[in-house]
């Protein structure tokens, strides 16, 4: 649907006599499209509302695993952990145009490192049941560095290789939509909720949308409304409970992308211990190298959050440590920071360190009805939208009905990319019908991968509106190089208003906010 037929679609449902959506989503993240999907594929009416664009939170600035999260077996959370694995197993299934199997070194320099984190990840393997990618194993230092030439050699004694999923957390986004979509669902970026209503019995059943294209205001009602805001839950909630305490305390992970001749073996490098505690992960991913993260608590949430110094020289000293050559700041190609939505221990109020709160996700049912689902994280985003459509329906009486998620194909599902470079994979059964539009063969910028013609697809189908959602969300360039997506600014606005039909103040406009958004990514 073109935006205009999406906006039309929003009116015509607010008309006198007009049926009420089953299921009204608040939100375009991993937790939203997750729920939105789980909805109108049981063939309930739904539509999803974004504030800004699909994934602009935490969800495009993940470290880019689909995986069981070896860190929280460590804590002891068996159950999380086990969850998290089987829906790798299903993820793989449903999309493995965007989800593939990646090996996973922890290398050893003490005697006893191999068989402690050995015997830990055999139980990772026996927690994923049939759903195993492949069994974890000891390999001696010649292997180790065959796998991962720039390892450090001295001291190496070897190392466990495991394996986890790697996915492109946006392009996941995008294809939820597209999925959504394909199911009878409506969803509309650019477009924030500024209100929420009450019928006469004080239940909410409903909310205010602004076009921020129009500034046009349309009032939608729902049997049912789901908040699945992310970091900025607390916001909603207090729409509905101006008293509302907050249920999160974010903490920031941060990210650097280098060039992938600092890992440029077949495999990622995971570092189970840092000096303070932490877990640190170096991961090849679209012909570069995504090192991270960290955990640092933040007094609230923003939509471009920033590297912390510190955090910068943390993760540069710890991959110094196993890595050689090592990158420095100079080899930084783009830094990039989400926010984790972790829910406050209540018997705490969130007080401590943010690396012992719960990664498990957690739904709360106001008083009013309001549904908020929060926490999690992409991994079991099916799973999460599982549990709240249960409860959605439940409370608004909708028909009962099982989910189809578990093998439901996501859009795009192929088997038959495998050839394909990167940036072509992704779209799956889709790529073929892009490499037939105009600038199939040209590229952006010598530095990046993309072709004029995913932009106008983008347009044309992924309700790509900006610059920044082409460049950031849609493509990866801000990711993969950010001082090369600037350059690349000039030329993707121009085709965005080309196909969009803008003119050149706004082609003007588009090109100086994404470049200064591209700074912020930049180090030097």
């Known amino acids: 649907m073109k935006r205009a037929d999406i906006v039309q679609t929003v009116a015509q449902s607010q008309a006198p006599g007009a049926q009420p959506w089953d299921v009204l989503v608040i939100g375009g993240g991993a937790s939203g499209l997750g729920t939105a999907v789980e909805a109108a594929s049981r063939g309930y009416r739904t539509l999803m509302i974004e504030a800004h664009d699909y994934a602009k939170g935490t969800s495009s600035r993940s470290t880019k695993l689909v995986h069981g999260g070896v860190r929280y077996l460590a ?23 965007l989800v593939h199997d990646l090996g996973f070194l922890i290398a050893g320099y003490t005697w006893w490192s191999a068989p402690f984190y050995g015997i830990g990840l055999k139980l990772y ?91 046009q205001v349309y009032r939608v009602s729902a049997k049912v409304v789901v908040n699945a805001t992310g970091v900025f839950v607390d916001a909603v909630r207090r729409m509905d409970e101006p008293g509302a305490r907050n249920m999160l305390s974010p903490s920031q992970g941060v990210h650097v992308v280098v060039d992938r001749r600092f890992l440029p073996g077949d495999s990622a490098l995971m570092v189970p211990r840092t000096d303070d505690g932490r877990v640190l992960f170096a991961v090849p991913w679209h012909g570069h190298v995504v090192i991270g993260t960290t955990d640092t608590p933040v007094p609230e949430a923003s939509l471009e959050p920033r590297a912390l110094p510190e955090e910068i020289e943390f993760i540069l000293h710890t991959a110094a440590q196993y890595l050689d050559p090592a990158p420095t700041r100079a080899d930084v190609r783009s830094v990039y920071v989400g926010l984790r939505p972790l829910v406050k221990n209540e018997k705490t109020d969130g007080a401590g360190s943010t690396a012992a709160l719960s990664r498990d996700h957690v739904i709360r049912i106001s008083g009013s009805g309001l549904i908020t689902l929060t926490g999690g994280k992409w991994t079991t985003y099916r799973r999460m939208g599982e549990d709240t459509v249960n409860r959605a329906a439940a409370q608004a009486g909708l028909p009962e009905r099982l989910t189809v998620t578990p093998a439901l194909h996501l859009h795009g599902w192929s088997t038959e990319t495998g050839g394909l470079e990167d940036h072509w994979r992704v779209y799956g059964s889709d790529a073929e019908r892009i490499r037939a539009l105009e600038g199939a063969n040209v590229p952006l910028h010598p530095q990046l991968p993309y072709r004029e013609a995913e932009v106008r697809w983008a347009a044309r189908n992924e309700q790509a509106r900006t610059v920044e959602d082409v460049l950031s969300r849609r493509l990866r360039a801000l990711l993969l190089n950010a001082r090369a997506s600037a350059e690349a600014a000039p030329r993707v606005a121009a085709i965005l208003a080309e196909e969009l039909g803008h003119d050149g103040a706004w082609q003007a406009a588009q090109v100086q906010e994404y470049q200064a958004l591209a700074k912020g990514y930049q180090l030097v």
């Open 75 to 97: 804590q002891g959370n068996i159950s999380l952990v086990r969850e998290a694995l089987h829906e790798r197993g299903l993820l793989k299934k449903n999309a493995p145009h």
């Open 125 to 215: 393997d026996l927690l994923a049941g049939k759903l195993n990618l492949k069994n974890s194993r000891y390999i001696g230092a010649g292997e180790a560095l065959e796998r991962t030439p720039t390892l450090r050699k001295k001291g190496l004694k070897g190392g466990i290789l495991y394996f986890d999923g790697q996915f492109d957390d946006s392009r996941l986004a995008i294809t939820l939509l597209r999925t959504l979509e394909d199911h009878g669902g409506v969803a509309l970026n650019h477009a924030p909720v500024t209100a929420l209503h009450r019928n006469a019995a004080g239940k909410v059943d409903g909310a205010s949308i602004r076009d921020e294209e129009t500034g």
